[in-house]
Each structure stands twice: as C-alpha cells, then as structure tokens.
C-alpha cells in the first residue's frame, strides 16, 4: 500500500463537555416519534375502560359496537382467549429473579390478562379493544358497547388491604398480600438494638407517583399474513425484552416479531413495561388484516400506565454512646397495585434490600418488605426504584437521630461513614462496594453550597419573615440491571464506523457518548461514528436501558467489539502490508507497521475485507462483536445539598438553592452527566413537594387523573441547580464508570425534606411526610 501522512483524528474523545448530536434533530422537529408513523391502510384502536375500581363483569354486548359504520373488530377477553393469548408474564415465573416468602412459600403470580377477564380491578383497567378506520369512529363505536357490573367494594389504601374482613381482589388468594419477605440477620440486630445507648425510629411515607414522560404511548402493529411475522412499532426502553415478552403473550417464537422504537420521549422505568395496548394492537392487526395504531392520550396515561413508589416505612436506627450505627431496621409496606408488573414487585424489595445500610459502616441490618395487591394500577420501576425508597429512610433516621442525641448532623455522618480504606466494603445487607470516598464527596458538596455561610442566609430570611432550614442528603446506588448486553462494530468502506448496540436511548444522549467511546478507542473523528439501536432486526440481543446501566454494560461491550475489530483488522493489515501481525498497531483509525510509515487506514481495510483478493477467512464484514456478560453492580454515590425557604402564612416552601455532588465513576461526559443530575434533581424535588397519586377510599376512582390535579415542578419551583462530580473510577468494569441516570430522583427527597424539617424545628415540626404541600405544612405549623 502506498505510504502517506495521517491526518488529526476529532478531539471528542472521553471526559470532553461534547454537545450532544441528537439534540439538534430533536428540537427541530426532526424527531421520528411513535405517533409520527402511519401505514398504508392504517385503521385505529381505542381502549374501552372500567368505570369501577372493583366489579365483576356479568356480560359484555358488543352487538351495536360491531354494527357501527367503519368498524374493523370488537375484542374482549373471550376473542383473545380463542386467539390463545397468554397472560402477561412477570419475573414471579423466573426463580432466579425473585425472592422467597418469610415461610418459604413461593409467591402468588394472579394472571394479568390485555383485556379483563370476569372481573376488573382498577378504575381504567382495558375491558375492550374497538378497531375503526378513524380514532374518532373507534371511540364513538366502543361507547356503544354495554357492558354490566356487579360493583364491589374497593381498597386501595395497602394497609387497609391487609386488614381482616377486607375484600380480596383475587379470590384464589387467601388474603390480599403478595409478599412477605425479609433480608439480613435477624438476630444480630435485635441484640445491637437491645445494647443501643439511643434508638431512633420513624414513621414515614414514600408517597405514590404518576410517570410524566413527554410522549404518550403508542403501539403501531402490523402483520404478514403470508410470513407470519409481526412488527410492532411503540415507545419501550428495549425492543429486545418488549419482543422476547410478546411473543409468550402471542405464543409464538420471538423471531417470528421484529419490534422497533425510534425516538421515544422519556422512559422513567415505565417503559420497560409490555402493555395491554401493545399486545392488543399486535393481535388486531392479525384479525382485520390491516396495521393499527393505537395512542394513548394524557388522561389514559394517567389512568392506565404504571406508577411509581408508594411504601410505608417504619425504621429505626440503633447507636451507641459516641453515635456510631450498631444496627439499621427497616419494616416497608408496599402497594402494589391490582397486578404484579413485569419488574414492579422485584426491582423495589431488591434494591431496598441492597442499600439498607447506604453509605454508612452499620453492623447490623434487617429488613423485612410486605406488598399488599389493592384497587389501584400496577406499580412498577420508576426512576431510582428502592434506592430512592431506602436511602430516605436512611436519611431521615439519621437527621431525626442527630436532633435527638445532640451532635451535628454533619459529624454524625462523618464519624459513620464507609472509609475509603475499607474498599472493597462488605455491607451488613450483602451489598459489595467495590469503591467510593463519601466523606471526601460530602466535604465537597459542602464547600460548593457555602454550607457554613447559611447563617447569614437565614438571619436575611427571618428579618423577610421567612423560616429558612438546610439539608443533607448522602446516597449510594446499585446500578446494574440485566447482566448482559450486545454490541458490534462495523467498519464502513467510507471511512466510518457504525456501532450497533442493544440498549435504546430516550433522552439519555447515547448517540454523543457511545460516539465519543468509540472515536477514542478506534482513533477516528467522532462525527465519524454513527450509533444505532432500537430495531430487532438489527440487533436482536440485548437487553435494553434501565437502572443505570447502559454505559457500563453497552460501553464495555463496545471495547470489546472495537478489540475484535482491531484483530480482525490487524490480521487483513498484515495480509495487505505483508508484515507480521505482531509488528502491526492500531491507532489513529489505521494499522501501521511499527517504526514506518506503511499504513492501511480503516476505510481501506473494510473495502479489502468486502472486495479485496484476501484468504477466505478474511472476507466480509471488518467488524468485531461481543455479548458482554457480568453479574456484579455499581454503586453510584453523592451527596446533595439543599435549602428551603418557607412562608409561615401560607405554608409555602420554596427551594432557594440546591446543590449536587455526585460520584458516578469515570465521566464520559460532563455535559450529560450534568444534565442527568439535574433532571432527576427536578423530579426527586417534585415527589418531595407536589406530587402525589390520590385515589377515593370509598370508590377507588382516581381523584389526581389530570394536570390540574397532579402537580409537577416547573421552571419557576426550581433555583439554579449546580452540579459537580467527583471522580472514583469503578473497579468492576473496563471503562470505570458507575451510573448517572438516577442519583438526582435519589439524592433530592431526603435532601429537600431534611431542610424542610430544619426550617420548620424552630416551630416544633420534626416530621412532615412527602408530598410536602402549602396545605401540609401550613397544618403542621399550626399543630
């Protein structure tokens, strides 16, 4: 080959603040959503939903709703029960996914059909499925369908649920709990506690919330009569797990759907979920012989997708007389909902469970979870799901105990954290922390909120009139998911690479930071690297984006793909240079014989390998590919710094500055890593303060079902969030990194709430659960 001189290769290499690629797609209309999609012949589906919170279903007419100008199909349960339709599976069915009952007993797994069967039991459940030319004809037909209850009493407080005498929503159950479970050693804490100089316990509520992604759901479903194959367009976090779960609902292999999803506005963990309206799509498609598309809009978001938290707690904390932690306690009640989720039950119990102790050296845990099924919607992952529920708990005992004993809240912390020389830490619960500096985070979230200046600040306040409290919330992660992840490298002839990989990206900013691992690894502009994911076609394994995980799992499959290219590379560089492959380095987006200036760029290899007079073993595709497999986690960790202003007269708190430090591994980018943050911050402050899921006791219909009933943070309930990191590079993974998607939605409520209570002490007030409204703490102020 003949000699030449390499060029610069783009400096947007790993750490570097690089905007990111797809915003400018996005905010200029260019964006392909679900719903921007239509389909030559196209008909539409509208979801007819239960009126009644519980009731069984005497009989369904579908007989006018059938007649109806312009309709296709009416389903109900019995149509899907003839076309074979399974439940919805959940992770129950998978031994190695769940957890025992306190008494050994397996857990319950009641059958969560698309479309009810005999029975409802939530307000919004999907009773029937109508398919029309129009939306409009869809909806008009189904309020033709009459269909007779017999109402039955609701529950849908979880507490209440377990009470004697309250109705069951499964009548094949003996009572309406799904869980009992437990975790750590028993008696050990009990011992730790009985020994304790001081016990601390709390109280407290980790308040129900609705999933407020931008873009609706949407399922686009179409079916090849002569191939027998489905494609299903919508809004998931993975198409793989969306086409693996589909296909046992449809009873048929995985390879017979290719499951797609463009962009998608949000995902929060609800996403992960397969919906009713996905699988009703698919099997309407099949019937009528034409796609459908079906659309949710906000009210049936509200009603029907899968909500987040809503936990009651009793925890205590037990010290010794110099305030060292001898032992943590946490006793949670979860509500559940009417069905178990595909991840709901799980993803919480485990992870509260893992992060009991949080950063603290506590010898001593137990924890023991109950999940109570009532009158509501399912519950399932939502962004932080069981961090966010343990690490409050954690850091409300340990501001409620430094009140009670008497030592700053700061030195208690101090005195208790894990040592950076005790890495790799053991936890009481089994948790392996591979690395971390908590005191060194925490001293420097400090310094950056202008911790010992507050004084000054709350003097200005109360002379304004104002009550003005700080607060402290530590935090630690497990970041994880599935356990393995796919990605490949393909070397184009143009120059360019294009990396495929099986996580999805929607709003996490993939697209820049996976381009920019490439681009410093194979030594290539980083405009040369084109991503793509999101289409079962293209890349079938994988297993999608949810806790956290996808840098760590797809960016270390990445590395391993781009090595397997760089050998296979070398090996077609060695053929075309005639020089061993040992003399031959890879660097700067070429192969080049050590010590000259013989060099084969990476275009000219990729065309070799695709036209070029090479041994057979050499032909094809220059790529390199790697399905990445690890059991272990991460531990993402921070500290936030808060303070809250409130208004005694009204009982308004407002938060007048607020700041996060945040140990989430080696920074791919700042820019991303900051944004992250900043938006889980937005939404961890929103729980604390406004949102809440209210429900009817008596009628089990939901009271908060729009946005003028549930409230979300704006622009205007925010400060100027600033946000910092502190680098411990992760020893469990190739790349260092930790996690960043969910530490904000963690970190914030017991950071907000803690300066709450401190502002609100001087008053008497050292309790106020979440939601922390006007109204409640104008009542406690008052109390």
Known sequence: ??????????????????????????????????????????????????????????????????????????????????????????????????????????????????????????????????????????????????????????????????????????????????????????????????????????????????????????????????????????????????????????????????????????????????????????????????????????????????????????????????????????????????YISTLGHWAAAVNIMRLATSVYAVPAAYVRLRAAFTNCAPINAYRGVGRAEAIYAMERLVDAAAREIGIDRIELRRRNFVAPEAMPYKSAVGSAYDSGEFEAVMEKALLAADWFGFPTRKEEARQRGKLLGRGVGCYIESAGGQPLEYAKLRAEPDGSVTALVGTHSHGQGHETSYAQLVAERLGIPFDRVRIVYGDTALVAKGAGTHGSRSMRMAGSAMLGAAKALIERGTAIASHLLEAAAEDIECAAGAFRVRGTDRVVTLAEAARAARDGALPETLRGELAGDLEYRTEGLTFPNGCHVCEVEVDPETGRACITRYTAVDDVGRVINPLIVHGQAQGGIAQGAGQALMEQVVYDRETGQLLSGSLMDYALPRAADLPAIAVDTHEVPCRTNPIGVKGAGEGGATGAPPAVINALIDALAEAGVAHIDMPATPEAVWRALRR
């Not at 939306?135 to 529950?155: C, F, G, K, N, T």
């Not at 809004?235 to 589909?246: A, E, I, K, N, Y």
């Not at 034409?290 to 029907?304: H, I, Q, Y």
Request: hydrophobic share 40%.
């Open 1 to 338: 080959m003949q000699a030449r001189t390499l060029g610069p290769v783009g400096s947007f290499g790993v750490g570097q603040p690089v905007r990111r690629v797809e915003d400018r797609r996005l905010v200029s209309g260019q964006g392909r959503f679900g719903d921007d999609f239509a389909l030559p012949g196209m008909a539409h589906g509208y979801v007819l939903r239960a009126p009644h919170a519980h009731a069984r279903i005497l009989h369904i007419d579908t007989e006018r709703a059938r007649k109806f100008k312009g309709v296709r199909a009416v389903l109900t349960a019995a149509e899907l029960e003839r076309e074979g339709v399974k439940p919805i599976p959940t992770w129950t069915r998978q031994p190695s996914s769940t957890f025992p009952n306190r008494d050994g007993s397996p857990l319950p797994d009641p059958p969560y059909y698309p479309l009810a069967r005999g029975k409802v039991r939530f307000a919004g459940e999907a009773v029937a499925f109508v398919v029309a030319n129009t939306r409009a004809r869809a909806q008009d037909a189904a309020e033709r369908i009459a269909v007779e209850y017999e109402e039955l009493a609701p529950v849908t407080d979880a507490e209440r649920a377990l009470a004697p005498g309250t109705p069951r929503l499964w009548e094949e159950l003996s009572s309406n709990l799904c869980f009992d479970t437990e975790h750590g050693d028993t008696a050990a804490t009990e011992r730790a506690f009985a020994a304790a100089a001081h016990v601390v316990k709390l109280r407290h509520v980790n308040n129900r919330l609705i999933v407020h992604y931008l873009e609706p759901r949407v399922a686009l479903a179409a079916y090849d009569t002569a191939a027998e194959r489905w494609t299903l367009r919508c809004g998931t976090q993975s198409v793989q797990r969306q086409r693996l779960v589909l296909s046992q609902v449809l009873d048929v292999p995985a390879e017979r759907i290719r499951v797609l999803a463009d962009d998608v506005g949000g995902g929060f963990g609800a996403r992960s979920f397969l919906y009713p309206e996905h699988i009703l799509a698919c099997v309407a498609a099949k019937l009528t012989g034409r796609p459908v598309k079906w659309r949710a809009d906000r009210s049936e978001n509200f009603l029907s997708d899968t909500q987040g938290r809503d936990h009651v707690f009793d925890a205590a904390l037990a010290l010794d007389a110099d305030g060292r932690f001898r032992a943590v306690r946490l006793e949670g009640l979860h509500n559940i909902g009417a």
